[in-house]
């Protein structure tokens, strides 16, 4: 196993440097305006876009570039260890705006994966169970409801009605865990619920389908005519094996989630890592988009490569090969 | 440029409305007149924008965005300052760490100031601010790696100046600090508006024992010194031993917040130009706009901060009697307009200019606008403020007229059967640059169709609001014409528009924001690599720019200028100006009296008065 983990982890590093790359060349290669230019400000003379362009380290080769960036990751920069250089934006460490950033960026997505799993997967086994009847149908037309329901549209509802009409939320922004359990906890529920709910009613559809397939199978039948108690061949039989394909989405999900929760952090103030990477490409901040990029590349590779070793643990089928 | 970030108007129909109901109302040349007497202290002002959008990172020397200059103005003080309100009053100019506004002597080349005594650094400098900690600000714009971003107010101005110091250490010789109250300017030549541009934040006292240790572009703007009422708070905390003991003030951190507490330094005795009723100001980073407006609704804020009010929202607040006086539009000092280009064809003839002009619906932009709440119609180059309203409110050299628009294009070459309507090749599929973004996207169709009534076919391309100034910019692009473009002044003098908008020096390969090329002699298109076309001449309108600019006198000096405004738009034609826009602000129930301060084109934040129980906790 450490062998396939190892090999893996080789492709996890030539996967991020593929996609640096591919991000360094789209940006500074062929960036949609000069960052010079638009930094340099109002009508800048040629030495003071030059001199802004030597200060963003632009006005180097291509390659060059790019070969500091790599080595600023690995050794650490003026601003420490990784090293991504300064925002162009805020004139300030990029490293600094990541570590203040990425944390919030992974509670919600954690706090969500959370909720919608306490949700999705318990409502999917009952459905399944009790196929047909009105509780199957009930929720899974509330699923269908929460699956089609854009987050952005969620999240305003839920701040209109629960902060604005009913004040039982303190609406959004984000207050650290240190400061006050009870309020960061009172911040963060709302846009956990509002991200889960998506999620979570997908979840559902999804575990209902496998298990009502797996339910199916002959060695569920064998397991039964073992004399198991239903309860048993459901949860032991049955949910363990429709579960794998959860597994892997949810490693998925989740490594998207550390780039991807653009809407909800925007509609919730929460000043996450997707809001400011979505931010930075519009201001063509791009040490902040390329280390957001970073991050993400590397969340979602060794996301995947938990997931491949969880999967394997789960079904004995699998093999590390 | 936008130094005030436009996310305004969507809907029309609704803005439509709205402006109806307010009737083209606002606070034009006062406060809301909700208190006659005067309002009470204390308090916090709490307001939210979604972006900070700074151009330097706060650093004051390279640093000229709208909504910093706004803060400053609660931050530092310069030698000369404004009375931070709405209105002509608002844009005169008045002593601040200075004692008088000086008439120059030696023909316009010396400017002696006298500057008050007793007045401090805030914490944690804590010491007497004297004319050296001016000298210094100067000596760091002069400073090529600080890359000063309006630096060019003072290179080849003030003697010595021409921003290639490689440190902020070298003196300047045109600038004397002969004791530590007294300060000379010794001019290159007389320039006229040298005072407003001693009023720009790049030139408020700066203490050497910190900004020493931030030598690049924007490195001090978390570490700003307050020299005025406000300080950033835990500027206290901020420890000078050494470069390295440095750390970030605690209350700006770019991404999340900006908070001023009251510099305990300060003496109101000293400055007759700020109330600072509250006791705090917060500026807080909201992501979501209509969740900013919901909170100024709520109570949790007391006003918006450079977001320009969704139309929802000002349709809610216009048709409620109750709420209708809390929605305050003043103007923003700041001209759009389409701008054509001289060296591209078909716009190398002013007579299709012309014609562009009289053909442009201008009534039809407003609306996409927003209507008369948004802004007014503009008819010439500078706003009426900025030229002391010297052209009239009649002034309409191509009022809106099909007819004219067809006979003026008869004249031109590119109409060979001479019936009204361009014919010719050249006006075909032509590049037009605009934004993608409301209300650029509304207003698009309406250039497009007022465009086609004579006979030009324009193929828009819509970029988002950098990449199309970006392109626009950039002289060898050659774009026909863009609908993008916008201008406000930096300073209450018409040269921040004709100086740097229409002079032959101003004409940069990239980064040019004389899109027209006005100006542009055979000379300069070689060295920028472009040809004019055969038989085009180019108006050289750098000699009477220079004129207006050795004029001292404030009257004469307007009208210098608004003279050039009309020669332009008469005889040069380089743009469709078609909108004056005003700065739209909500406020809460809780401000007990609004004032909006003309000179940042923002709210003034020392003038405005809360009466609410927050703290700055």
Same mark, same amino acid.
């Given at each position: 196993?450490?062998?396939?983990?190892?090999?893996?982890?080789?492709?996890?590093?030539?996967?991020?440097?593929?996609?640096?790359?591919?991000?360094?060349?789209?940006?500074?290669?062929?960036?949609?305006?000069?960052?010079?230019?638009?930094?340099?400000?109002?009508?800048?003379?040629?030495?003071?876009?030059?001199?802004?362009?030597?200060?963003?380290?632009?006005?180097?080769?291509?390659?060059?570039?790019?070969?500091?960036?790599?080595?600023?990751?690995?050794?650490?920069?003026?601003?420490?260890?990784?090293?991504?250089?300064?925002?162009?934006?805020?004139?300030?460490?990029?490293?600094?705006?990541?570590?203040?950033?990425?944390?919030?960026?992974?509670?919600?997505?954690?706090?969500?994966?959370?909720?919608?799993?306490?949700?999705?997967?318990?409502?999917?086994?009952?459905?399944?169970?009790?196929?047909?009847?009105?509780?199957?149908?009930?929720?899974?037309?509330?699923?269908?409801?929460?699956?089609?329901?854009?987050?952005?549209?969620?999240?305003?509802?839920?701040?209109?009605?629960?902060?604005?009409?009913?004040?039982?939320?303190?609406?959004?922004?984000?207050?650290?865990?240190?400061?006050?359990?009870?309020?960061?906890?009172?911040?963060?529920?709302?846009?956990?619920?509002?991200?889960?709910?998506?999620?979570?009613?997908?979840?559902?559809?999804?575990?209902?389908?496998?298990?009502?397939?797996?339910?199916?199978?002959?060695?569920?039948?064998?397991?039964?005519?073992?004399?198991?108690?239903?309860?048993?061949?459901?949860?032991?039989?049955?949910?363990?094996?429709?579960?794998?394909?959860?597994?892997?989405?949810?490693?998925?999900?989740?490594?998207?989630?550390?780039?991807?929760?653009?809407?909800?952090?925007?509609?919730?103030?929460?000043?996450?890592?997707?809001?400011?990477?979505?931010?930075?490409?519009?201001?063509?901040?791009?040490?902040?988009?390329?280390?957001?990029?970073?991050?993400?590349?590397?969340?979602?590779?060794?996301?995947?490569?938990?997931?491949?070793?969880?999967?394997?643990?789960?079904?004995?089928?699998?093999?590390?090969? | 440029?936008?130094?005030?970030?436009?996310?305004?108007?969507?809907?029309?129909?609704?803005?439509?409305?709205?402006?109806?109901?307010?009737?083209?109302?606002?606070?034009?040349?006062? %406060?809301?007149?909700?208190?006659?007497?005067?309002?009470?202290?204390?308090?916090?002002?709490?307001?939210?924008?979604?972006?900070?959008?700074?151009?330097?990172?706060?650093? $004051?020397?390279?640093?000229?965005?709208?909504?910093?200059?706004?803060?400053?103005?609660?931050?530092?003080?310069?030698?000369?300052?404004?009375?931070?309100?709405?209105?002509?009053?608002?844009?005169?100019?008045?002593?601040?760490?200075?004692?008088?506004?000086?008439?120059?002597?030696?023909?316009?080349?010396?400017?002696?100031?006298?500057?008050?005594?007793?007045?401090?650094?805030?914490?944690?400098?804590?010491?007497?601010?004297?004319?050296?900690?001016?000298?210094?600000?100067?000596?760091?714009?002069?400073?090529?790696?600080?890359?000063?971003?309006?630096?060019?107010?003072?290179?080849?101005?003030?003697?010595?100046?021409?921003?290639?110091?490689?440190?902020?250490?070298?003196?300047?010789?045109?600038?004397?600090?002969?004791?530590?109250?007294?300060?000379?300017?010794?001019?290159?030549?007389?320039?006229?508006?040298?005072?407003?541009?001693?009023?720009?934040?790049?030139?408020?006292?700066?203490?050497?024992?910190?900004?020493?240790?931030?030598?690049?572009?924007?490195?001090?703007?978390?570490?700003?010194?307050?020299?005025?009422?406000?300080?950033?708070?835990?500027?206290?905390?901020?420890?000078?031993?050494?470069?390295?003991?440095?750390?970030?003030?605690?209350?700006?951190?770019?991404?999340?917040?900006?908070?001023?507490?009251?510099?305990?330094?300060?003496?109101?005795?000293?400055?007759?130009?700020?109330?600072?009723?509250? %006791?705090?100001?917060?500026?807080?980073?909201?992501?979501?706009?209509?969740?900013?407006?919901?909170?100024?609704?709520?109570?949790?804020? %007391?006003?918006?901060?450079?977001?320009?009010?969704?139309?929802?929202?000002?349709?809610?607040?216009?048709?409620?009697?109750?709420?209708?006086?809390?929605?305050?539009?003043?103007?923003?000092?700041?001209?759009?307009?389409?701008?054509?280009?001289?060296?591209?064809?078909?716009?190398?003839?002013?007579?299709?200019?012309?014609?562009?002009?009289?053909?442009?619906?201008?009534?039809?932009?407003?609306?996409?606008?927003?209507?008369?709440?948004?802004?007014?119609?503009?008819?010439?180059?500078?706003?009426?403020?900025?030229?002391?309203?010297?052209?009239?409110?009649?002034?309409? $050299?191509?009022?809106?007229?099909?007819?004219?628009?067809?006979?003026?294009?008869?004249?031109?070459?590119?109409?060979?059967?001479?019936?009204?309507?361009?014919?010719?090749?050249?006006?075909?599929?032509?590049?037009?640059?605009?934004?993608?973004?409301?209300?650029?996207?509304?207003?698009?169709?309406?250039?497009?169709?007022?465009?086609?009534?004579?006979?030009?076919?324009?193929?828009?391309?819509?970029?988002?609001?950098?990449?199309?100034?970006?392109?626009?910019?950039?002289?060898?692009?050659?774009?026909?014409?863009?609908?993008?473009?916008?201008?406000?002044?930096?300073?209450?003098?018409?040269?921040?528009?004709?100086?740097?908008?229409?002079?032959?020096?101003?004409?940069?390969?990239?980064?040019?924001?004389?899109?027209?090329?006005?100006?542009?002699?055979?000379?300069?298109?070689?060295?920028?690599?472009?040809?004019?076309?055969?038989?085009?001449?180019?108006?050289?309108?750098?000699?009477?720019?220079?004129?207006?600019?050795?004029?001292?006198?404030?009257?004469?000096?307007?009208?210098?200028?608004?003279?050039?405004?009309?020669?332009?738009?008469?005889?040069?034609?380089?743009?469709?100006?078609?909108?004056?826009?005003?700065?739209?602000?909500?406020?809460?129930?809780?401000?007990?009296?609004?004032?909006?301060?003309?000179?940042?084109?923002?709210?003034?934040?020392?003038?405005?008065?809360?009466?609410?129980?927050?703290?700055?906790?």
């Amino acid at each position: 196993m450490w062998r396939y983990i190892v090999r893996r982890l080789l492709w996890v590093v030539l996967v991020v440097l593929i996609i640096t790359a591919l991000t360094y060349t789209i940006f500074f290669v062929m960036p949609p305006t000069d960052p010079a230019v638009q930094f340099a400000g109002k009508n800048p003379t040629p030495e003071q876009i030059a001199e802004v362009r030597r200060q963003f380290g632009l006005d180097k080769p291509v390659w060059v570039q790019y070969g500091l960036f790599l080595k600023h990751i690995f050794t650490g920069d003026e601003y420490g260890w990784p090293g991504f250089g300064f925002s162009f934006v805020t004139r300030s460490a990029v490293r600094d705006q990541m570590v203040d950033r990425l944390p919030i960026t992974i509670q919600l997505a954690l706090g969500a994966a959370l909720v919608w799993l306490c949700i999705g997967i318990p409502i999917g086994i009952v459905s399944a169970i009790k196929r047909r009847s009105l509780l199957d149908r009930a929720t899974m037309l509330t699923a269908l409801f929460f699956v089609s329901a854009p987050v952005f549209w969620l999240g305003l509802m839920a701040l209109w009605l629960f902060w604005y009409k009913l004040g039982i939320s303190p609406g959004t922004g984000y207050v650290p865990i240190g400061t006050s359990f009870g309020n960061w906890l009172s911040h963060m529920i709302t846009p956990w619920v509002v991200l889960a709910l998506l999620y979570a009613a997908f979840y559902a559809r999804m575990t209902r389908g496998n298990l009502i397939e797996t339910m199916g199978q002959d060695y569920i039948r064998t397991a039964r005519v073992k004399g198991l108690p239903e309860w048993k061949v459901i949860l032991k039989h049955g949910v363990r094996s429709s579960l794998t394909p959860v597994v892997t989405l949810i490693g998925l999900d989740l490594g998207a989630l550390l780039g991807g929760a653009v809407i909800t952090e925007t509609v919730f103030n929460l000043q996450g890592v997707g809001q400011w990477a979505v931010n930075s490409v519009f201001q063509g901040d791009l040490p902040a988009v390329l280390a957001v990029v970073t991050i993400v590349a590397l969340a979602v590779t060794l996301m995947n490569l938990i997931v491949d070793v969880v999967y394997a643990y789960l079904d004995p089928r699998v093999r590390y090969t | 440029m936008g130094k005030r970030r436009l996310r305004l108007v969507g809907l029309a129909l609704a803005l439509a409305l709205v402006a109806a109901a307010c009737g083209g109302g606002g606070d034009e040349g006062g %406060d809301t007149g909700q208190a006659s007497q005067e309002p009470q202290r204390g308090g916090v002002y709490r307001t939210a924008t979604t972006d900070f959008g700074y151009t330097n990172g706060f650093d $004051p020397t390279g640093e000229y965005l709208g909504a910093a200059f706004a803060t400053y103005n609660a931050l530092l003080r310069t030698l000369l300052a404004y009375r931070f309100v709405a209105g002509a009053p608002g844009n005169e100019l008045q002593p601040d760490l200075a004692t008088e506004v000086p008439q120059p002597t030696d023909n316009g080349l010396t400017y002696t100031f006298k500057l008050k005594p007793n007045i401090k650094f805030g914490p944690p400098v804590n010491r007497a601010i004297t004319s050296k900690d001016i000298a210094y600000a100067f000596q760091r714009i002069n400073t090529k790696p600080q890359a000063a971003q309006y630096g060019f107010y003072y290179f080849g101005v003030i003697k010595g100046m021409d921003g290639q110091a490689k440190s902020a250490d070298t003196k300047i010789s045109g600038i004397e600090t002969p004791d530590d109250q007294t300060i000379i300017f010794r001019l290159e030549k007389p320039t006229g508006d040298f005072g407003y541009r001693l009023a720009l934040a790049a030139t408020a006292p700066i203490p050497e024992e910190v900004a020493k240790c931030h030598t690049k572009a924007g490195d001090y703007g978390r570490y700003v010194i307050s020299s005025g009422p406000y300080m950033i708070q835990g500027s206290d905390q901020l420890k000078t031993d050494s470069c390295g003991a440095q750390k970030p003030i605690s209350g700006f951190d770019p991404s999340k917040k900006l908070y001023l507490v009251r510099n305990p330094n300060y003496d109101q005795a000293t400055d007759t130009l700020r109330k600072n009723y509250v %006791d705090g100001i917060k500026i807080d980073i909201d992501t979501n706009l209509d969740d900013i407006f919901n909170k100024v609704e709520s109570g949790a804020l %007391d006003g918006n901060f450079t977001d320009d009010p969704p139309p929802t929202v000002l349709q809610r607040y216009s048709t409620d009697a109750n709420k209708r006086n809390q929605i305050h539009a003043n103007s923003g000092d700041r001209t759009w307009y389409i701008t054509m280009n001289w060296i591209t064809p078909p716009f190398d003839d002013i007579h299709v200019r012309k014609a562009v002009n009289y053909a442009m619906d201008k009534q039809a932009l407003l609306r996409a606008w927003g209507g008369t709440i948004a802004g007014d119609i503009a008819t010439h180059i500078a706003p009426p403020t900025v030229l002391s309203d010297k052209l009239g409110a009649d002034y309409n $050299p191509y009022p809106f007229d099909e007819n004219k628009a067809k006979e003026e294009m008869k004249q031109s070459k590119y109409d060979t059967n001479k019936d009204g309507v361009c014919d010719a090749s050249q006006c075909k599929n032509l590049v037009m640059i605009n934004r993608n973004v409301s209300p650029w996207t509304q207003m698009e169709p309406v250039v497009v169709s007022s465009l086609q009534k004579i006979g030009i076919q324009v193929k828009p391309r819509e970029l988002a609001s950098s990449a199309a100034y970006t392109t626009i910019q950039t002289v060898k692009n050659k774009i026909p014409i863009a609908l993008n473009a916008g201008w406000g002044k930096d300073y209450p003098d018409a040269y921040t528009f004709f100086g740097i908008l229409f002079a032959t020096d101003g004409i940069i390969p990239t980064g040019n924001t004389n899109y027209p090329l006005v100006s542009l002699t055979p000379e300069k298109a070689s060295e920028l690599g472009v040809d004019i076309p055969a038989g085009t001449q180019i108006p050289n309108v750098t000699p009477d720019i220079e004129n207006c600019q050795k004029e001292t006198e404030s009257d004469a000096r307007t009208t210098c200028f608004a003279d050039l405004d009309k020669k332009l738009m008469e005889t040069a034609v380089p743009w469709v100006p078609y909108l004056w826009n005003k700065v739209v602000y909500i406020t809460a129930p809780s401000v007990t009296r609004y004032e909006y301060d003309q000179s940042s084109g923002e709210i003034s934040f020392v003038n405005t008065a809360v009466n609410n129980n927050a703290t700055m906790s």
